[in-house]
């Protein structure tokens, strides 16, 4: 056998069959994950892919071709490392479904990612502008309590976008005396617990009373005049709250996992345990902790009990 793939039929085949064999493997990809943020991702790797082959046979050559067409057009190295990521992923289906032996898969899936030097760092706030941040929302309104609600869970309990806006009123319950977030599942299907402190289940508290809202979804769209829509709001509603409250204190191009990091790095610059804040952001090693903190300093006790905020 040869050592690509024909993830493309050859140029004689019509350009109907090769979209249909293309569309095929893409969809096997797409299947196996489970995240819309991986799918939209992976969904952009594959598609530049197909055009970058252009009728040709996907061979571990033209994977390092594709790979030095990315650095030509200055990707990061994180994109240029999702992409190769969805491409492992497909030449694995494709070894899954017999369209490539082992050996050939091997040879393919070899392809290195490029090396990230230092640490990227991302945004988050110090703990006065999340105060200020905090202060946004004008809670003498539902709109205000909802939106407040939203905010100090994000920045208190480090929660993604997508576990916000699907968490439910069943989810939260007392352990040991103390209110948390049972089995989120997260990215990865892994699954954590997470401590809500006081203030947010306050926030909660205020925001459920005013709602009248007595089980499912927690976070609900609202009218302009107050009244509840539905029974979900969508993650790019939150991110919409986010980011207008941002701009309000200045700070522009600032999203929803920004007060994750916020979270994070308060957590750790008030005595937070690296093991524990690992848990906390449900990460799957310290390292990957250490990295997201930009630090591989140990510190120790409290976590998102004692923000300061």
Not at 48 to 59: E, N, Y
Request: glycine content about 8%; charged content about 25%; some cysteine.
């Amino acid at each position: 056998m040869t050592e690509s793939l024909a993830l493309i039929p050859s140029a004689e085949e019509s350009q109907l069959n090769r979209n249909a064999a293309f569309q095929k493997l893409r969809e096997m990809v797409l299947n196996s994950v489970a995240s819309d943020h991986s799918k939209r991702n992976y969904a952009k790797a594959l598609d530049d892919l197909f055009v970058f082959c252009a009728g040709r046979s996907l061979s571990r050559a033209l994977l390092m071709e594709y790979r030095t067409a990315m650095l030509g057009k200055k990707l990061s190295a994180s994109t240029v490392n999702v992409r190769l990521s969805a491409i492992r992923k497909l030449v694995g289906e494709a070894q899954r479904n017999g369209i490539l032996d082992a050996e050939q898969a091997a040879k393919m899936t070899d392809v290195p990612n490029l090396r990230q030097q230092g640490t990227r760092l991302g945004t988050w706030l110090t703990r006065d502008q999340a105060k200020e941040l905090l202060a946004i929302p004008d809670r003498s309104t539902i709109k205000g309590k909802r939106d407040y609600c939203i905010l100090a869970l994000l920045v208190g309990c480090a929660l993604r976008r997508r576990e916000l806006s699907t968490l439910t009123l069943e989810d939260i319950q007392l352990r040991e005396g103390r209110w948390v977030i049972v089995d989120l599942v997260g990215k990865g299907g892994r699954v954590r617990t997470v401590a809500i402190p006081v203030w947010v289940k306050n926030a909660i508290n205020t925001w459920q009373t005013a709602a009248k809202i007595e089980d499912g979804r927690l976070l609900r769209p609202l009218s302009k005049s107050g009244r509840i829509l539905g029974e979900e709001l969508g993650d790019w509603a939150i991110w919409s709250v986010v980011e207008a409250s941002a701009k309000e204190i200045g700070i522009e191009h600032f999203g929803a996992h920004d007060l994750r990091r916020t979270c994070a790095k308060l957590c750790r610059k008030n005595g937070g345990d690296l093991e524990q804040i690992k848990f906390l952001l449900g990460h799957s090693s310290i390292q990957t902790t250490e990295r997201y903190l930009g630090s591989e300093q140990e510190i120790v006790i409290a976590v998102n009990d004692n923000l300061g905020l």
